[in-house]
């Protein structure tokens, strides 16, 4: 195996995806493989982006080939870029799967691809059943895994969604690794000059596009608890909201909160994402359903401790007790989380269990899946 394609987003796309399929692209780079991310030159009709826009400002990531190529509702362009992938013999593609609207385009791309006899197929599948269903999802996951002959799950809870559609095609379970793409690590006082906030508050992050899986009503909820309130900390809200900003402000509004929260409701370019986390003592993920969360992972890179809902597969990540918190997804468990994070001093020695903990998510830890997956792969006929 020497020569790898990546079917996923990436720059000028932008988004946890696109990031993550960078940085597996440069550890395979500097790991000695030929790398080409095929992107996406039409990704998402707007009935399906809520967001305001799908593009980074930022300039591209250097020393990678990234060629926006894949028309995803284009059925000639499938064609085209899978001959182009035929005739090009890459040992392996490893297509990102997150969405079954994605599956016709990937998977007619991975089978036209095959038709060479060399090159073989793996998908890393972040979500197989999406958080917010639509009428053909399963169908559409169904082309796409046919195409595919192995996976690499980042949740168990997604390993489980794989097996209702193949019984006998290799599954690894491989943590997200962490996000060590946004930046070193910042100063906190600095960080707070940088988001215009005072320096002598304790903080709350809840970070990342507002959907309503998400659960930020549930974190609202909670901040309105009594003795939350008596804690005098405020939560930070960061990221894009995907659905009605209102509902949200609504809850604020009829519980008392606006002291209490601090809206950023927009995309959180890269280069700011740092400072976020370097203000926070503690980074909630109140979701109601989840497979995996690269929140999670960048909380690990930032050294945060985490407080996270017992949903798909983020209780796998965090160390309870140790790194952080996992809760039952109710407002009242994520109160009493952070009640007992301040009231008891619990930030120093969870910040050094994230910090070691650290060493379980590597990017070597990835790679070295997908070689063994590729040597399980057999030649395609």
Not at 22 to 38: K, M, N, P
Not at 53 to 74: C, F, K, M, V, W
Not at 267 to 283: G, L, N, Q, T, W
């Amino acid at each position: 195996m020497q020569k790898l394609v990546l079917l996923s987003p990436a720059h000028p796309l932008r988004g946890g995806i696109a990031s993550s399929t960078e940085r597996l692209a440069l550890e395979l780079q500097q790991q000695g493989y030929q790398v080409t991310i095929y992107s996406f030159s039409y990704q998402y009709p707007s009935l399906l982006f809520p967001g305001k826009t799908q593009y980074a400002d930022g300039p591209a990531p250097e020393g990678l080939n990234i060629r926006s190529a894949i028309h995803s509702i284009n059925p000639f362009n499938w064609w085209k870029v899978g001959q182009a992938l035929r005739k090009a013999q890459p040992d392996l593609i490893i297509a990102r799967y997150w969405l079954p609207f994605m599956g016709p385009s990937m998977g007619t791309i991975l089978r036209l691809a095959r038709r060479n006899g060399h090159t073989r197929t793996l998908a890393i599948t972040d979500n197989v059943i999406p958080h917010e269903r639509r009428p053909g999802d399963r169908l559409l996951t169904r082309y796409f895994i046919g195409a595919v002959q192995a996976f690499i799950v980042m949740s168990r809870a997604v390993g489980k969604d794989i097996r209702r559609f193949t019984s006998t095609k290799p599954v690894k379970y491989i943590p997200h690794p962490i996000y060590d793409n946004y930046g070193p690590l910042a100063e906190r006082k600095q960080s707070l000059q940088q988001l215009s906030l005072p320096q002598n508050q304790r903080y709350i992050l809840f970070f990342g596009f507002v959907r309503a899986y998400k659960g930020l009503d549930l974190l609202l909820h909670a901040m309105a608890h009594a003795k939350v309130r008596r804690l005098g900390v405020k939560l930070i809200v960061a990221g894009e909201f995907y659905e009605e900003e209102s509902r949200y402000r609504k809850i604020v509004a009829a519980n008392g909160l606006e002291g209490q929260v601090i809206f950023r409701s927009s995309y959180i370019p890269k280069e700011e994402v740092r400072y976020y986390f370097a203000a926070a003592d503690m980074v909630a993920q109140p979701y109601k359903t989840a497979t995996q969360s690269g929140i999670s992972q960048l909380a690990f890179h930032f050294q945060k401790p985490m407080l996270v809902t017992r949903v798909g597969g983020l209780p796998e990540i965090v160390a309870h007790g140790k790194e952080g918190y996992v809760v039952d997804v109710e407002a009242g468990a994520i109160a009493d989380a952070i009640i007992d994070f301040y009231e008891n001093s619990r930030r120093v020695a969870m910040e050094q269990a994230v910090k070691a903990g650290r060493a379980r998510y590597s990017w070597d830890n990835l790679v070295q899946g997908i070689r063994e997956l590729y040597d399980k792969i057999e030649t395609p006929s």
